[in-house]
C-alpha cells in the first residue's frame, strides 16, 4: 500500500490517539514531519517527541498532552494544503487561527514554521495544516 499524504497521517494518527486518551503514539520520521511535531511542542502542544533512527526510515514517538481534567490539549487538527490541491499563501494573506489561539504551520523557503513566525518575517509559502 502506498501512502500519498504521510502528514495527513501524521495528523489522523495523533488524532485518534487523543481520541482513544492514550499516553503516546509512533508514526513513520521524515525530515517535514520532525518540524511539524518539534512546532507542536514548542507551541505546547505536545508533551515531548523522540526521534528513534534504524536502518529503514526511524520513527518519531509522540509523548502527548492532557489537562487536569483528562482533556486532550488539541482541540483539532486540519489539514489544509492536500496532495491533490496545493495552498499557497503571501504573507500578508495568513490570518490567524482561532485569532491567535490556534497555529497555522507553514513551509516557507526559509523552512517550516509558525503563521506568527512567517508574518514576522515577511514570508509566504505553502500552509501545511492548523491545530488549535
Same mark, same amino acid.
Given at each position: 500500500m502506498t501512502m500519498t499524504d504521510p502528514i495527513a497521517d501524521l495528523l489522523t494518527r495523533v488524532r485518534n490517539a487523543l481520541t482513544a486518551k492514550h499516553d503516546r503514539v509512533d508514526v513513520p520520521a521524515s525530515r517535514?514531519?520532525?518540524a511539524i511535531v518539534k512546532i507542536l511542542k514548542d507551541e505546547?502542544?505536545?508533551k515531548n517527541f523522540k526521534v528513534s533512527r534504524d536502518s529503514r526510515q526511524g520513527m518519531i514517538r509522540i509523548f502527548l498532552k492532557y489537562t487536569e481534567a483528562n482533556a486532550p490539549v488539541i482541540k483539532g487538527l486540519?489539514?489544509?494544503? /492536500?496532495?491533490g490541491r496545493r495552498?499557497?499563501? /503571501? *504573507?500578508?494573506?495568513?490570518l490567524?487561527?482561532?485569532?491567535?489561539?490556534?497555529?497555522l504551520i507553514v513551509s516557507t523557503?526559509?523552512?517550516?514554521?509558525?503563521?506568527?513566525? *512567517?508574518?514576522?518575517?515577511?514570508l509566504g509559502g505553502e500552509s501545511i495544516c492548523q491545530i488549535w
Open positions: 517535514l514531519k520532525v505546547g502542544f505536545i486540519q489539514r489544509v494544503s /492536500k496532495p495552498v499557497y499563501q /503571501k *504573507a500578508e494573506d495568513i490567524p487561527v482561532l485569532s491567535g489561539l490556534g497555529v523557503s526559509h523552512g517550516v514554521m509558525t503563521d506568527k513566525e *512567517a508574518r514576522r518575517h515577511n
